[in-house]
């Protein structure tokens, strides 16, 4: 799978209530493409991370969950102040 489709992939497994908007805004905008594929870059060392039990593992896992959930805000942040978000009845 691309770059390109796991970016995508990721953000509408995270809000799949939201997935057409998401693949939009990738489509029309560098600067949503970027926010996704920081949360795909984020997402994938958390994986990483969740498999270490030593050393810096619990204190990383730690770091990127809240990286996470602030990539996570962005992306809904972001939708909303481009009007992309139909009213769905709340988050993913």
């Excluded at 770091?63 to 993913?92: N, T």
């Amino acid at each position: 799978m691309t770059n390109r489709k796991e970016a995508v992939r990721i953000a509408a497994e995270y809000f799949p209530r939201y997935a057409g908007d998401i693949e939009r805004a990738y489509e029309e905008s560098s600067d949503f493409r970027s926010v996704c594929a920081d949360l795909l870059a984020c997402d994938r060392a958390l994986v990483h991370w969740s498999k270490v039990n030593t050393g810096d593992g619990p204190s990383r896992r730690e770091e990127y969950g809240e990286l996470l959930d602030s990539l996570k805000q962005e992306v809904l942040d972001w939708l909303v102040a481009h009007g992309l978000l139909r009213d769905k009845g709340g988050g993913g």
